[in-house]
């Protein structure tokens, strides 16, 4: 399997835009602490964050092939089917089938609406947002309009309820804190 360090050459090599980098970043960094809470392999779903949106920057405005040119371009490094499954099943580009499935799916929005709160929050720093913090701007239905509610609430199909979900993927998020400058 590719390693971490090869993993984010490539990543970098595809990905101009800073912000597009952060959010990478920050859902690898998600996917890296519910792999923790499940007992899962960090590696793997580590590397599935960091190599979610590979294509992004060539297929921002065709969703429909997002995730196929990604696909094209891993095939060299033979990873594991269920990775490359994942990072089709997160734009609904297949139906989510695995835990790994569902993780990738529902913290690709509850990073970018973790960020909004942070954002949101007077001192914008992820330490300062707190379970009941998320779940009061989780009900404003045009704060972070475009993080996906529904697919967030489908954290329920990993057993994790949402205030859960939330504080793991927040938790993750903090290792990086510097890095995504929040």
């Not at 490359?84 to 509850?110: E, K, M, N």
Request: one cysteine or more.
């Amino acid at each position: 399997m590719i390693d971490r360090p090869t993993a984010l050459e490539l990543m970098l090599s595809k990905i101009g835009n800073k912000n597009l980098r952060k959010h990478i970043f920050a859902v690898e960094a998600g996917m890296i602490r519910l792999a923790e809470h499940f007992g899962e392999d960090r590696n793997l779903w580590g590397l599935t964050g960091l190599l979610h949106d590979l294509d992004y920057d060539v297929t921002a405005k065709d969703v429909a092939r997002h995730t196929f040119i990604t696909e094209t371009w891993l095939a060299p490094y033979n990873l594991p089917a269920e990775l490359i499954y994942a990072i089709r099943c997160h734009p609904g580009h297949a139906s989510c089938q695995s835990r790994l499935d569902w993780a990738l799916f529902t913290v690709d929005p509850a990073s970018g609406f973790i960020v909004a709160c942070a954002l949101m929050h007077p001192s914008k720093k992820l330490i300062n947002i707190d379970e009941d913090f998320m779940l009061r701007r989780f009900k404003e239905k045009r704060f972070a309009a475009g993080a996906s509610r529904e697919a967030m609430e489908a954290c329920r199909q990993m057993d994790l309820d949402l205030g859960r979900f939330l504080m793991l993927v927040r938790e993750g998020m903090m290792s990086i804190a510097d890095q995504l400058e929040l």
